[in-house]
C-alpha cells in the first residue's frame, strides 16, 4: 500500500508536508525541535508506538482507506492515550476558546433579536453534548479496552455496542455555522465574527477526523483485539498478542527455550509444564518467528547468552 508518510521520513518534512499533524505533537507527547531525526528515531526517543503514530499521520493526511493497512500493526494502548489527550484538548482548550471567541463577536453588535442568545445556547448544547460524548468515551469504553488488554472480557459491553451507538459530533457543529452565516446579521465587527467562524469550520473537520479514527481504526483494532482474548479464553493455545510485536520472548516461552535446549522433547516439555504437545508446538512456532532461530544449537546460544541456562546444564556433545 502506498502510504504518505513512513518511518524513515524526516519528522519536520513530514509536519511540512501536513501542517494538520502539529496536533499530533502534544496528543503524543513529543515535543518540537526534531533536527534532521526520521519518524521512527523521535517516536523511539519520546517511547512513542511507531505504527500507532504513522496510522494516525497518514490518517490524517489521507482519510480511512489508509487505515485497513494498519489495523493489525497499531498498539490499541497507545491509540487509546492518543485519544484520551485528543479528548482533554477538544474539552479544556478548543471549545472553551471557541466559546469566548464566539461571545466576544457576537456581543458586540447591537442586536435587537434573540439570535445572539440563542446562538450562545446552541453552542452551550453543542459543548455539553461533545462533553458527554467523550466523557462516556473516557469513563466506559476506554476501561473496557484497558480490560480486555489484560486479557479481561466483558459480560455486558463490548465494541460493536459502542460502535453502534456512535454519533458524528461534528454536525451539530455544521448546523451551528449554518444558523450564523444564514441567520446572524452581523454589525460592523465582521473580522472577530469571521475568526470565529473560521474557527468553527477548522473544529467541525477536527472532530470528524476525530470520529473518523474512532469508527475506521480504534473499533476494528479492538475488534481484533477481542477475537484475540476470547481465543484465549477458550483455549490453553497461546493467541497472537496484538500489543506484542516485539521480539521479547515471554516467561513461558523462556522455560521452554530452556526446556529445549536442555535436550527435553515436546512430550515431556508438556508434561513438565502442564500442557499439551499442541501448545509446545504453538510456543515453539512463536519463539521461531520472534527469534528468527529454529535450531536446538542456535536457541542454546540464545538461551546461554541471555542467562535462561547455565553451559554447565548443556550436553554440548
Ligand atoms: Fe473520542
Ligand atoms: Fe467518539
Given at each position: 500500500?502506498?502510504?504518505?508518510?513512513?518511518?524513515?521520513?524526516?519528522?519536520?518534512?513530514?509536519?511540512?508536508?501536513e501542517?494538520?499533524?502539529?496536533?499530533?505533537?502534544?496528543?503524543?507527547g513529543?515535543?518540537?525541535?526534531?533536527?534532521?531525526?526520521?519518524?521512527?528515531?523521535?517516536?523511539?526517543?519520546?517511547?512513542?508506538?511507531?505504527?500507532?503514530?504513522?496510522?494516525?499521520?497518514n490518517?490524517?493526511?489521507g482519510?480511512?482507506?489508509?487505515?485497513?493497512?494498519?489495523?493489525?500493526?497499531?498498539?490499541v494502548?497507545?491509540?487509546?492515550?492518543?485519544?484520551?489527550?485528543?479528548?482533554?484538548?477538544?474539552?479544556?482548550?478548543?471549545?472553551?476558546?471557541?466559546?469566548?471567541?464566539?461571545?466576544?463577536?457576537?456581543?458586540?453588535d447591537?442586536?435587537?433579536?434573540?439570535?445572539?442568545?440563542?446562538?450562545?445556547?446552541?453552542?452551550?448544547?453543542?459543548?455539553?453534548?461533545?462533553?458527554?460524548?467523550?466523557q462516556?468515551?473516557?469513563?466506559?469504553?476506554?476501561?473496557?479496552?484497558?480490560?480486555?488488554?489484560?486479557?479481561?472480557l466483558?459480560?455486558?459491553y463490548?465494541?460493536?455496542?459502542?460502535?453502534?451507538?456512535?454519533?458524528?459530533?461534528?454536525?451539530?457543529?455544521?448546523?451551528?455555522?449554518?444558523?450564523?452565516?444564514?441567520?446572524?446579521?452581523?454589525?460592523?465587527d465582521?473580522?472577530?465574527?469571521?475568526?470565529?467562524?473560521?474557527?468553527i469550520?477548522?473544529?467541525?473537520?477536527e472532530?470528524?477526523v476525530?470520529?473518523?479514527i474512532?469508527?475506521?481504526?480504534?473499533?476494528?483494532?479492538?475488534?481484533?483485539?477481542?477475537?484475540?482474548?476470547?481465543?484465549?479464553?477458550?483455549?490453553?493455545?497461546?493467541?497472537?498478542?496484538?500489543?506484542?510485536?516485539?521480539?521479547?520472548?515471554?516467561?513461558?516461552?523462556?522455560?521452554?527455550?530452556?526446556?529445549?535446549?536442555r535436550?527435553?522433547?515436546?512430550?515431556?516439555?508438556?508434561?513438565?509444564?502442564?500442557?499439551?504437545?499442541?501448545?509446545?508446538?504453538?510456543?515453539?512456532?512463536?519463539?521461531?518467528?520472534?527469534?528468527?532461530?529454529?535450531?536446538?544449537?542456535?536457541?542454546?546460544?540464545?538461551?546461554?547468552?541471555?542467562?535462561?541456562?547455565?553451559?554447565d546444564?548443556?550436553?554440548?556433545?
Amino acid at each position: 500500500m502506498n502510504l504518505f508518510f513512513s518511518e524513515t521520513d524526516k519528522m519536520c518534512q513530514v509536519i511540512s508536508e501536513e501542517y494538520h499533524l502539529l496536533q499530533l505533537m502534544s496528543r503524543f507527547g513529543i515535543s518540537l525541535g526534531f533536527g534532521e531525526r526520521t519518524v521512527r528515531e523521535v517516536c523511539e526517543e519520546h517511547g512513542v508506538d511507531v505504527a500507532t503514530f504513522l496510522a494516525v499521520a497518514n490518517f490524517i493526511k489521507g482519510g480511512e482507506h489508509t487505515a485497513a493497512y494498519f489495523i493489525d500493526k497499531v498498539s490499541v494502548r497507545a491509540l487509546i492515550s492518543y485519544l484520551e489527550q485528543a479528548h482533554a484538548y477538544f474539552l479544556d482548550f478548543q471549545l472553551p476558546e471557541m466559546r469566548r471567541k464566539l461571545l466576544s463577536a457576537i456581543a458586540f453588535d447591537n442586536d435587537t433579536t434573540q439570535v445572539p442568545i440563542l446562538i450562545m445556547k446552541f453552542f452551550d448544547e453543542f459543548y455539553g453534548e461533545v462533553r458527554n460524548h467523550m466523557q462516556s468515551e473516557n469513563r466506559r469504553t476506554f476501561p473496557y479496552v484497558e480490560a480486555l488488554l489484560e486479557g479481561r472480557l466483558s459480560e455486558t459491553y463490548n465494541i460493536s455496542m459502542y460502535s453502534r451507538n456512535h454519533d458524528a459530533i461534528d454536525k451539530r457543529l455544521q448546523e451551528l455555522k449554518n444558523i450564523i452565516i444564514k441567520y446572524y446579521k452581523s454589525g460592523k465587527d465582521t473580522q472577530r465574527l469571521s475568526s470565529a467562524l473560521f474557527d468553527i469550520f477548522n473544529c467541525e473537520s477536527e472532530l470528524h477526523v476525530h470520529n473518523a479514527i474512532e469508527d475506521y481504526l480504534f473499533v476494528p483494532a479492538v475488534k481484533l483485539l477481542e477475537e484475540c482474548v476470547r481465543t484465549q479464553t477458550h483455549s490453553d493455545t497461546p493467541a497472537p498478542d496484538p500489543e506484542r510485536r516485539d521480539d521479547t520472548l515471554s516467561e513461558r516461552e523462556k522455560e521452554i527455550v530452556g526446556c529445549v535446549v536442555r535436550g527435553m522433547s515436546n512430550k515431556e516439555i508438556a508434561e513438565k509444564l502442564f500442557i499439551s504437545v499442541n501448545t509446545v508446538l504453538t510456543h515453539r512456532k512463536n519463539i521461531a518467528r520472534k527469534l528468527a532461530i529454529r535450531s536446538v544449537s542456535g536457541l542454546t546460544i540464545y538461551a546461554i547468552v541471555n542467562g535462561i541456562v547455565n553451559i554447565d546444564e548443556i550436553d554440548l556433545k
